[in-house]
């Protein structure tokens, strides 16, 4: 059974730097392409970075583009979010999803295992 194990949430103040970590309960771990999704309060779920399962492709939303970055550390079975320069808009619960050896997407469908979420709470 795979279980994805969301760390890292906190309340900061806009400008600030924060780290979200996603943990995966698998040894197969390099081969899952891995993302992260939010879900803001009173709106859907949104995509937000994706990384495949070589470590080769990475995708970002656009409103993230140049403030975020997506890694992945296969000796650890972790995926990284590093958000910088955090706004109020990026107020959300952060959610971590796997997909077994697919290609990287935008779509939460295409996604098979979700972890439980972490908030991330900007201030202004």
């Known amino acids: 059974q795979v279980q994805l194990i969301e760390s890292g949430g906190a309340l900061v103040q806009a400008g600030d730097s924060l780290r979200l970590s996603c943990a995966l309960s698998?040894?197969?771990?390099?081969?899952?392409?891995m993302a992260w999704f939010r879900r803001a309060p009173g709106k859907e779920r949104e995509f937000v970075a994706t990384i495949g399962w070589s470590g080769g492709s990475t995708r970002l939303a656009n409103s993230v583009k140049g403030r975020f970055t997506i890694s992945r550390n296969n000796a650890k079975n972790t995926v990284y979010l590093q958000m910088n320069s955090l706004k109020p808009k990026d107020t959300a619960v952060y959610y971590c999803?796997?997909?077994?050896?697919?290609?990287?997407?935008?779509?939460?469908?295409?996604?098979?295992?979700w972890g439980q979420g972490t908030q991330v709470t900007v201030s202004s």
């Open positions: 999803a796997a997909r077994y050896f697919g290609d990287t997407s935008y779509f939460d469908k295409d996604y098979t295992y």
């Open positions: 698998k040894q197969t771990f390099s081969m899952y392409t």
